[in-house]
């Protein structure tokens, strides 16, 4: 969940390293994109950082391996995904980055930004003002899902304006960071079950 720009690192697989990451780039037809996202993760990289579209209809895909990658499995695993959607497969650009503080780098890219018709997301870290027609939505993920940018969020979020009552009882079933959970108080539920099996989200939901 930056626009749609999503940074994650596998803590369990990156816990205590210091040593250079290697990373991968290329740039995929934006419906590939969570299939090759998906790819890359099966392939071993522990983080994959979304940068936004380069040129209409693509994104760039920048993931990262703590151990040198298998450059031809990739490259062979990406040209099979692309052939199936009649796409040119795409050009692997290999780098290596020395490690850094990844809990507080992608936090450079979340900006603050409305989300339908009611609300303004903002990380909590931030300290810029809401516009006085939009309720405001403070919001620290921490290492749960839940910054608001994410699709899902954002139409399930449009949808709950659209239909939910003031009154209502809302169950939030996976709810990360409890940003729908907050916003549905905001919208006049009545009362508000947020659930998660993640002990860390379940901690973030309580802090936001």
């Known amino acids: ?29 934006n419906v590939l994109k969570d299939a090759a996202s998906g790819e890359l993760s099966e392939l071993g990289a522990v983080g994959i950082w979304e940068s936004g579209e380069t ?66 997301v903002m990380p909590s870290w931030e300290n810029s003002v809401c516009p006085p027609e939009r309720s405001l939505l403070s919001i620290d993920p921490g290492q749960a899902f839940g910054t608001g940018t994410h699709e899902t969020t954002q139409l399930t979020l449009e949808a709950m304006e659209r239909w939910m009552e003031p009154g209502q009882v809302v ?7 409890a940003i729908l959970a907050i916003a549905a108080t905001r919208l006049g539920a009545k009362a508000v079950f947020a659930l998660d099996n993640d002990p860390v989200a379940v901690a973030v939901a309580h802090e936001n």
């Open 171 to 177: 169950l939030d079933v996976g709810t990360g960071s």
């Open 1 to 29: 969940n930056p626009s749609r720009r999503n940074y994650w690192i596998d803590s369990k697989r990156s816990l205590g390293r210091r040593l250079p990451w290697n990373e991968i780039t290329l740039t995929v037809p």
């Open 55 to 120: 040129r209409t209809g693509h994104t760039q895909l920048v993931a990262y391996f703590a151990t040198p990658a298998n450059v031809d499995n990739i490259r062979s695993a990406m040209q099979a995904l692309f052939q199936r959607a009649g796409s040119i497969s795409p050009t692997l650009e290999l780098a290596s980055v020395e490690d850094r503080d990844w809990g507080e780098e992608w936090k450079k890219s979340w900006r603050p930004f409305p989300m339908g018709e009611r609300f303004f």
